[in-house]
């Protein structure tokens, strides 16, 4: 089961900015962020696992396992 996250409006803005970066970097290089594994970001004290859904980077609904 997941763990809910515990951002505050001003982590889940500046997570949101570096996700569409990440998506945009993926789109216009064809590089992508560890591809047979979950990325994981920091922000503050949190630790997020990110994943590519095919045409973004989400926070992976797995958090918290």
């Known amino acids: 089961m997941s763990g809910p996250l ?3 409006a001003a982590q889940l803005h500046t997570l949101g900015g570096a996700l569409n970066a990440m ?3 993926t789109k216009q290089f ?3 962020f ?3 594994s979950r990325l994981e970001l920091g922000l ?3 630790v997020l696992k990110v994943s590519w859904d095919g045409t973004a980077y989400v ?3 797995r958090n918290g396992d």
């Open 44 to 46: 503050d004290d949190n």
């Open 30 to 32: 064809g590089v992508s």
């Open 6 to 8: 515990n951002l505050t």
């Open 23 to 25: 998506t945009e970097i």
């Open 59 to 61: 926070i992976d609904d």
């Open 34 to 36: 560890t591809p047979y």
